[in-house]
């Protein structure tokens, strides 16, 4: 195996004999030191600026850290466990050594996907991958089949969203560690839950990145909202891409990764002629080859460019399917909120519609927010490669004050934007807690030991609502409150009305998953229609002989919504505002041909 096709890091094989492999071409000289066995291992220099080691003195559960150049001390950078935080000592952990018992599990297809986005400092009590299988049987009478985990790279402190991680291979400590997340994997798949991890490779945070001091880990060729960028594509960049993808594989590996959400990768600058993005993919690939697995990459990619998702065949980066914020905009749009910042570019029930139909919004018109004509049209994409939500982590914590649905629309309107991503012929996502209407807020926080970063964390938040026009204070990213209000208030599904929605929740998600039409993420058999001044949209999908129609009524007012010119009636499947969903509303059970409905206010009508 080339130098540049192994992983980074310490591995400890079975018989006790530790592998350790380091790039830091900047160094002279280069050892690991174990502080409590007062022993020094210097490394052997190789190829490339490599320096490697094979010893049967560093003991799974000893703490070392590397030294450079006999003066200088840092964790490893491919650190798989920091006991003490980001600038502390690294810890000797064999992955291997875990008990895995999902042996029969088998990734469902993506098509098969209802994600259920979640952060584990706040998603239970307790704040730790432990907490999250405690809760692993609420999510499976919820009926969602994939949990997406946001990012738990090692970062600093104990509060953080995950994108300021340091440590790419080492699993945040306070969360439970490396072994905590491999339990809570075994513990998913055993239930029948698919996991997605949430990865950024686009940037590395601030605090605790020592990285420059072992090699050229950045370009200063590219500029980007954190600085420099990383180092893809320049002079010494085929280490830094080994990295990376090494650090893909090992959480397929050794995590049993089902699928990775890779953040905003329109960041990520590259202009070889194989993108990094690429050749993950062919790796990945390989991979699966090799172990028969099925394993998924999923972009967060703001750029409307097809190829992003397009197949490796095709010329394109191969990515399995990608986030969709434009169905987002479009429908908080069409629900009532203001088009300030980002949403200026959305016309409400016009675009909502032409998402459901074309996934992008802008494939090639004029941004007005860009000031640019935008975007490719993805008329070769299945609808199983776009991925929608009325909710997630930025949308709700990008405010200045974390409104969550719950606080900024009315109870019938929630149900709504939930049947409206859930009819829709893309793979759907939830954010943790919406499905009882969850009334905390989701805040940013970081728990930053630096205090100029902590300031200027403060300040940029500040900067950052201008476009928004918004007025007041945000809370203090830095103080414990503003983790602990966004905390999830589990006791809330014993009211009345939190459980109402609960089972609403459950009853979409139950259609989604039961009905031939809406199982299927299929986005050719679809007609869609919208009356701009009504506000309302009719929505009518099939699947051979089988036909299903979703009529969405936005306004504050009842509305007479046209059915399909089909010669058959039409029964009831779910009505948002029935009672026993806290709804005050009456509709029918059946309709005949070519009638025009009167639906009730704020609230959506399934019909096959």
């Keep these: 195996m080339k130098l540049f096709e192994k992983r980074p ?14 790039w830091a071409p900047k160094a002279k000289f280069a050892e690991i030191n174990i ?13 490339f600026g490599h320096w490697t080691i094979q010893t049967n003195q560093l003991k799974e559960g000893d703490r070392y850290q590397v030294v450079l150049d006999k003066k200088t001390e840092r964790p490893d950078p491919a650190s798989l466990s920091q006991p003490e935080g980001v600038h502390g000592v690294s810890e000797a952990i064999d992955l291997s050594s875990f008990n895995w018992t999902d042996h029969d599990w088998k990734n469902p297809a993506m098509e098969d996907y209802i994600i259920y986005e979640l952060h584990t400092g706040t998603f239970s009590p307790e704040g730790t991958f432990e907490g999250i299988e405690r809760k692993l049987d609420h999510l499976l009478d919820l009926g969602v089949t994939a949990i997406e985990v946001m990012p738990v790279a090692q970062f600093p402190g104990n509060r953080n969203w995950g994108y300021d991680g340091v440590g790419p291979y080492a699993v945040q400590n306070s969360y439970g560690g490396a072994h905590g997340l491999q339990q809570l994997v075994d513990a998913c798949h055993n239930k029948g839950i698919a996991v997605i991890l949430d990865v950024v490779y686009n940037h590395i945070g601030p605090e605790g990145n020592y990285l420059n001091d072992f090699g050229h880990y950045f370009t200063s060729k590219y500029n980007t909202p954190w600085g420099d960028a990383l180092n893809f594509d320049d002079a010494h960049c085929d280490a830094v891409r080994t990295y990376f993808i090494q650090n893909a594989l090992m959480w397929f590996n050794d995590f049993h990764i089902d699928a990775l959400r ?35 990459l999923i972009a967060e ?5 097809p190829k992003f998702i397009n197949p490796i065949e095709k010329q394109g980066f191969g990515m399995d399917a990608q986030w969709i914020d434009e169905f987002h905009h479009a429908l908080r749009t069409t629900a009532g909120e203001p088009a300030t910042g980002y949403y200026s570019d959305f016309k409400g029930i016009s675009h909502l519609a032409k998402s459901y139909q074309d ?10 927010h860009r000031k640019k004509f935008f975007g490719l049209k993805a008329e070769e994409n299945p609808g199983k490669q776009f991925i929608v939500f009325s909710q997630n982590h930025d949308q709700t914590g990008n405010r200045m004050l974390g409104e969550r649905t719950s606080q900024i629309h009315g109870f ?32 940013y926080f970081v728990s930053h030991t630096d205090p100029q970063l902590a300031e200027a964390v403060r300040k940029g938040r500040k900067a950052e609502f201008a476009d928004f026009h918004a007025s007041g204070e945000a809370p203090d990213p830095m103080s414990t409150d503003t983790f602990e209000n966004s905390r999830l208030q589990w006791n809330l599904l014993n009211e009345p009305a939190h459980q109402a929605m609960f089972m609403y929740y459950k009853a979409l998600i139950d259609l989604r998953k039961q009905h031939p039409v809406f199982k299927k993420a299929d986005r050719k058999n679809l007609e869609v229609t919208f009356h701009e001044e009504q506000n309302t949209l009719m929505l009518h999908r099939w ?48 309709f005949a ?14 019909i096959d």
């Design 9 to 22: 890091g310490l591995r400890i094989n079975g018989e006790g004999v530790a592998e350790f492999t380091l």
């Design 35 to 47: 502080p409590d066995k007062t022993l020094r291992l210097p490394l052997t220099q190789d190829d």
């Design 262 to 296: 890779l953040d905003a990768v329109h960041a990520i600058k590259d202009l070889s002629p194989v993108h990094l993005l690429r050749e993950l993919k062919m790796a990945t690939d390989r991979l699966t080859k090799q172990t028969g697995k099925q394993h998924y």
């Design 301 to 305: 990619v703001d750029l409307n460019d």
């Design 359 to 368: 996934a992008y919004v802008y494939d090639g018109q004029y941004s007005p």
């Design 412 to 443: 019938e309107m929630q149900k709504l934007l939930a049947g409206a991503v859930m009819v829709a012929p893309y793979i759907p996502m939830l954010f943790m807690g919406e499905e009882w209407s969850e009334t905390n807020p989701f805040l």
């Design 543 to 590: 699947q051979e002989n089988e036909h299903a129609v979703c009529l969405l009524n936005f306004s504050d007012s009842i509305r007479q919504i046209s059915l399909p010119d089909l010669e058959r009636s039409w029964t009831t499947l779910l009505f948002s505002g029935d009672k026993k969903w806290n709804g005050k509303a009456e509709i029918a059970e059946s």
């Design 593 to 606: 041909a070519g009638t025009a409905i009167p639906v009730p206010a704020q609230s959506i009508l399934i």
